[in-house]
């Protein structure tokens, strides 16, 4: 049946039906009953239709006397009977107009947000858990935490100085148990089609790069904690495959905990880049130089005894990385990733001062000592320090510690592979 013929016939019925409701005398010259009947005989009308009309005009007050031919009798307002189907098909036909016509206009939907609120993205967790730290009591008790030195204002290591204090030391003896919480929030905004912006900011107990767990109650008195800025950058596509990241961003490179932290962040540039041969084979790259370590604008020295000071060259250190590889993935069930890549850091070996009197408190080469550090790693003093010549065996000697040798890692070949899986019915 053609609906869009059936429509106009099934108004004009409808509005046949109104008329002879509303004028008794043309109801009384056409019997609308057999009217429904014929309607519902030529499928215009269900059967369960025309039985509701029927029952709607029999229950329905008698119609008022005709009115007389002079006009409308005073204080009398004639008003037609439109059947509820007509209605309802015009309140839906009045609700697809103006849904269309706020669709062209561009007007809010229900459940829609505006075109920028769509470009906006939020990301974060919270996670919390108990820690235990468990040490064996054989361990040696005396191994000193030179992080917490060089962080700090160096250490005295001539032990015959008056008033002598012993270097800080780990604990390596005593277990630890503590509760965790890392929380984390993140937004990222697509200004263009190629260019995005991400901002990042976590909890932590202070700025190490490679944690952001907060240990509760680490500040006492239940203190407030401190949040970081764990990433600001921006992201640009220039062309399809090809990314540059300016800020701090995510480790770039695809390497493993044994090179990186999972939780590192870099500052700098990068730029990666990937290309397919076919469906199965796609080679991939990333390149970038990362600053470390900036030196402070007023590095110098401060000459406490003789009121002096003067500036120092800066010690900036950087990394710069390049790293090539490839992803083959045959069949679904087998795919093979490898990597290689060479990380060159500059600077961050300690150097040697000149001459330091005793009583300075900056020498020229403080700043090549490591900022942050774990384990692992030789050390040495950097200071070349002057003793006191009226008690040179009491002289205090405050030496900070620097890494003995520069640091060149060659990335031995990553490898990953996915293979088919045994199981058993």
């Known amino acids: 049946m053609n609906l869009f013929r059936l429509k106009p016939t099934l108004l004009a019925c409808c509005a046949g039906l109104s008329l002879m409701a509303a004028n008794p005398v043309l109801a009384g010259e056409v019997d609308s009953t057999r009217l429904l009947e014929l309607m519902v005989a030529k499928g215009l ?129 005593e277990d630890r148990q503590r509760a965790r919480i890392r929380a984390r929030l993140g937004v990222n905004v697509q200004i263009d089609d190629w260019i995005s912006a991400e901002l990042r900011i976590a909890t932590g107990n202070d700025s190490s790069p490679v944690s952001t767990n907060q240990t509760l109650g680490g500040n006492g008195e239940f203190g407030k904690y401190a949040l970081w800025l764990d990433r600001a950058a921006i992201h640009l596509t220039p062309v399809e495959d090809v990314s540059l990241s300016f800020g701090r961003f995510a480790n770039p490179f695809w390497t493993s905990e044994l090179l990186f932290d999972e939780d590192l962040n870099f500052d700098g540039v990068a730029v990666s880049a990937s290309h397919g041969f076919g469906e199965t084979l796609k080679v991939f790259g990333t390149a970038g130089a990362f600053p470390i370590f900036n030196t402070s604008l007023n590095y110098g020295t401060r000459n406490a005894a003789v009121g002096q000071g003067r500036s120092f060259k800066s010690q900036d250190k950087y990394m710069g990385a390049v790293q090539l590889g490839f992803d083959y993935h045959p069949m679904d069930r087998l795919q093979v990733k490898a990597a290689a890549g060479y990380f060159y850091f500059d600077g961050v070996e300690g150097e040697v001062s000149s001459p330091c009197y005793w009583y300075e408190q900056t020498c020229d080469t403080d700043a090549t000592r490591p900022a942050f550090q774990q384990f692992g790693n030789t050390l040495f003093p950097i200071r070349s320090v002057i003793a006191d010549p009226n008690d040179p065996v009491g002289s205090p000697e405050v030496q900070y510690f620097g890494l003995a040798a520069a640091t060149r890692a060659l990335s031995s070949p990553r490898f990953w592979t996915k293979s088919p899986s045994k199981r058993t019915v």
């Open 45 to 173: 009308v269900t059967r369960e239709e025309a039985d509701g009309l029927i029952a709607e005009a029999s229950s329905r007050p008698a119609a008022l006397p005709p009115v007389p031919a002079g006009g409308v009798a005073d204080g009398v307002q004639t008003i037609p009977y439109i059947p509820q189907v007509v209605r309802d098909q015009l309140k839906q036909e009045l609700r697809t107009e103006l849904g269309a016509q706020a669709q062209a206009e561009g007007w809010s939907a229900p459940g829609q947000t505006p075109d920028w609120t769509r470009r906006i993205t939020l990301s974060g967790d919270v996670r919390v858990r108990g820690e235990g730290l468990f040490m064996d009591k054989a361990n040696s008790d005396i191994f000193e935490d030179f992080g917490a030195i060089n962080a700090g204002g160096g250490q005295n290591i001539n032990d015959r100085t008056p008033g002598y204090i012993a270097p800080p030391y780990l604990n390596t003896l």
